[in-house]
C-alpha cells in the first residue's frame, strides 16, 4: 500500500480528492491549519513523519482579486511553498501539483495545449505560473502539473453556487459575456488527479476541463435552465450580458483561456464531458445536500 500526502485537504478540490482516494493509498490528508507549507521547517517535519510515495498538492492561495495587493502572500502560497516543496521531497517520492487557466490571457481563441506559451495578466496567474516552475525545473522527473478552469463543485463557493444564491434573491443579473474558458466539475477532476497520481510514467504538464467552450454569461444560463427544472430555483429572472469593462475587477482576466484535454484522454483512456452534463451531476449533488439539511 502506497502512502499519500494531501494537501490542501479542506480545500473545494482538496475535499473530493480525499474522499475519492483509492483503497490502495494510505492517505494523510493535511489542511492548511494543520500544515503551513509556506513553512519549509512545518514541511520538512511533515514529510520526515509521514514518508509519503506519493504528494497532492491542492493547496493554493485563490483570490484572484486579493492578489494584486497581497502579492507576497499570493507568491508565498503558490510559488515559494511549491519551491520548498519540490526541493524538500526525495527524488523518488511522487508529487502532483495543481495550477491554473490563468497562466494564459487572450493570445490564443482556441483552446490551450499544455506546450503552448503561457501568459499571465494577474498577480494570481504570474504566482501560480512560478510554482510550475519551481516544480518542473527542480524535479522535471517525477512530477505533474495539472491544470484546470472554472472549476466548481456542491458544498463550496463558486460560481454555480454563487449563481443560484443570486438567482433566489436579485430580480434580475448582469452577467460578462466576453469572457471564455471551460466549466470543470471538480468530482471529475479528483478522479484525474489520482489517476494521473498513479500513471508514474506520466511527468510534465497536462490539461483536464469538461468539454465545451463557453462564456459566463452562457453558463449562468444554464445554471437557470437546469436549475429551474430542479426545482433548486423557484422563478425565472431575467439575465443581461453585459462586457467585462462594465463589471471592472481589481485583478484583469484572461479574456480567453479554454484548455484543450486531448493529451490526458489519450494518457488516461478517459472522455471528458459535455459541461452541462457535468453541471447537472453536480446540481443533483447540490440538491441532496439541500434535502439532507432540511
Same mark, same amino acid.
Given at each position: 500500500m502506497k502512502t499519500a500526502l494531501l494537501l490542501g485537504a479542506t480545500g473545494q478540490l482538496g475535499k473530493l480528492v480525499a474522499l475519492s482516494a483509492p483503497e490502495s493509498i494510505s492517505l494523510h490528508a493535511l489542511s492548511s491549519s494543520q500544515l503551513d507549507i509556506t513553512n519549509s521547517a512545518e514541511l520538512s517535519e511533515a514529510l520526515s513523519t509521514i514518508k509519503p510515495?506519493? +504528494?497532492i498538492n491542492t493547496a493554493a492561495y485563490t483570490q484572484v482579486d486579493l492578489a494584486e495587493s497581497e502579492q507576497d502572500k499570493a507568491y508565498s502560497v503558490n510559488a515559494d511553498a511549491v519551491m520548498h516543496l519540490a *526541493?524538500? &521531497?526525495?527524488?523518488? +517520492?511522487r508529487v502532483v501539483h495543481l495550477s491554473t487557466d490563468f497562466v494564459f490571457s487572450e493570445v490564443k481563441t482556441s483552446p $490551450?495545449? =499544455?506546450?503552448?506559451?503561457?501568459h499571465p495578466v494577474s498577480v494570481y496567474g504570474k504566482s501560480k505560473l512560478e510554482g510550475e516552475k519551481a516544480l518542473l525545473? #527542480? /524535479? =522535471?522527473?517525477?512530477?505533474?502539473?495539472? /491544470?484546470? #478552469?472554472w472549476l466548481y463543485s456542491a458544498g463550496s463557493r463558486n460560481f454555480v453556487t454563487v449563481m443560484l444564491e443570486m438567482m433566489s434573491s436579485k430580480e434580475e443579473l448582469h452577467v460578462v459575456n466576453d469572457q471564455f474558458g471551460s466549466p470543470t466539475s471538480a468530482n471529475t477532476l479528483a478522479e484525474v488527479v489520482w489517476k494521473l497520481a498513479c500513471t508514474e510514467h506520466a511527468n510534465g504538464i497536462y490539461h483536464w476541463s469538461d468539454s465545451g467552450v463557453i462564456s459566463w454569461y452562457d453558463f449562468a444560463k444554464e445554471i437557470q435552465r437546469q436549475g429551474l427544472a430542479m426545482g433548486l430555483l423557484k422563478k425565472e429572472i431575467p439575465l443581461h450580458t453585459i462586457p467585462s469593462s462594465? $463589471? =471592472? *475587477?481589481? &485583478?484583469?482576466r484572461p479574456a $480567453?483561456? &479554454?484548455?484543450?484535454? #486531448? &493529451?490526458?484522454?489519450k494518457l488516461l483512456g478517459l472522455k471528458t464531458r459535455p459541461w452541462q452534463v457535468q453541471l447537472a451531476s453536480v446540481l443533483k449533488n447540490i440538491q441532496e445536500l439541500d434535502s439532507a439539511y432540511e
Open positions: 510515495d506519493l +504528494i *526541493t524538500l &521531497a526525495h527524488p523518488s +517520492i $490551450y495545449f =499544455p506546450e503552448d506559451s503561457p525545473g #527542480s /524535479r =522535471p522527473d517525477n512530477s505533474v502539473v495539472l /491544470r484546470t #478552469s462594465q $463589471y =471592472p *475587477t481589481t &485583478a484583469k $480567453y483561456s &479554454a484548455l484543450d484535454s #486531448s &493529451a490526458t484522454e
